[in-house]
């Protein structure tokens, strides 16, 4: 059965850190591109963050560059996001994503989800 867990949400103040960590069942693993989406209230669901099957190729939204990194290890299966500078307009849920194929940018195509992760930003 297919499973994608997140870890590592929670409440953080303006211009802390978070790591959100997710480990997945995919097999294999090195096949799928991962992601990390987020919604917030009111908005629609975002691609923040992307890796491909190799982790050579990373995606980030305009809005998280140079303030988050994605990463992956596919030996544990595992991505994570390193998030630094973290603002109150992060605050969402953070869902962990992966795509069918090897490589993707676009948020519809991650169609496998976890069940999310709240991020709390305080300013």
């Known amino acids: 059965q297919l499973q994608l867990v997140e870890s590592g949400g929670g409440l953080v103040h303006a211009g802390g850190s978070l790591r959100l960590s997710c480990a997945a069942s995919l097999r294999p693993f090195s096949n799928h591109a991962m992601g990390w989406l987020r919604q917030a209230p009111g908005k629609e669901r975002e691609l923040v963050a992307a890796i491909s099957g190799s982790g050579y190729s990373t995606y980030y939204a305009d809005s998280v560059k140079g303030r988050f990194t994605i990463s992956r290890d596919n030996t544990k299966k595992t991505v994570y996001l390193q998030m630094n500078i973290l603002e109150p307009e992060d605050t969402a849920v953070y869902y962990c994503?992966?795509?069918?194929?090897?490589?993707?940018?676009?948020?519809?195509?991650?169609?496998?989800w976890g069940q999310g992760t709240q991020v709390t930003v305080s300013s």
């Open positions: 994503a992966a795509n069918r194929n090897c490589y993707g940018r676009a948020a519809h195509e991650y169609v496998y």
